[in-house]
């Protein structure tokens, strides 16, 4: 494996969530380790059900091959006095959700330069835990840059933390945590994104049908349930009112 440059910012935040998740006591699960690149660009388009998935999916990645992942994250995000510092030194890329182009640029020269491109193309965490529609970036960049995508479903990460729900430590305390990583999905020199992203899409949504078939505790009446599995939460069409009114009242483009 090539030898990569020294990142002790990412190194101690990597550090600093393996002792929590060990804390937790998490279980982790993974299919498709091998669709993971051990080297060269790859954008990796992962499921959003909660805010913990982007470690949850370095940690992983981390265990498999040592590589970081440079993820698109939100402007507001790299605004936190606290926060803010940590994704910059992690080499993250900030998205100005009002005028995305220049992270597009950023995003495209990373992968060019063999960057794992962390990208969840469905907009924002779905309160419904269901994968809705997505947006077609993931699919451009990739095309662009000639690199693959590559699915990558998490089922658990939003029992540790998520939206709409006060997070407890009895709902995260050894939590059960799938991640399905799919066939990466190879871009043609005339990549169709509409079609290629219903394809991403499809795929995603197979990853989390199997993860949630396979997982080890009931959900029945739960809140972090899928309301078509049994579950409490909202269904995809309650989750998107309610969504669409939070984006309008913060003056952010639809989802």
Known sequence: MTRRAREPIYSTAIGAGRAVFGLLRLRPSVTGL??????????????????????????MTWHRNRRHIRFLAKKGAFDQPLVGPLLRGMRHISVDMKAGAAAYVQA????????LLGVFPEGGVNASFTVRSLKSGAIRMAAEAGV???????????????????????DAFRAPIGFAIGEPIQMPADADAHQLTLLLHENLQSLVDGLQESYPEEGAGAWWQPKHL???APTPEEAAIVEAERRRLRDLPPV
């Open 230 to 232: 049994g579950g409490s």
């Open 148 to 170: 693959p995508v590559v699915p990558i479903a998490v089922w658990g990460g939003h029992r540790l933390l998520t939206k709409n729900h006060k997070p407890s430590l009895r």
């Open 34 to 59: 091998a669709n993971l690149p051990d080297t060269g660009g790859a954008v990796l388009a992962v499921t959003h059900f909660g805010y913990a998935d982007f470690a949850l999916v370095e940690w």
């Open 108 to 115: 495209v020269e990373a992968l060019r330069a063999g960057e």
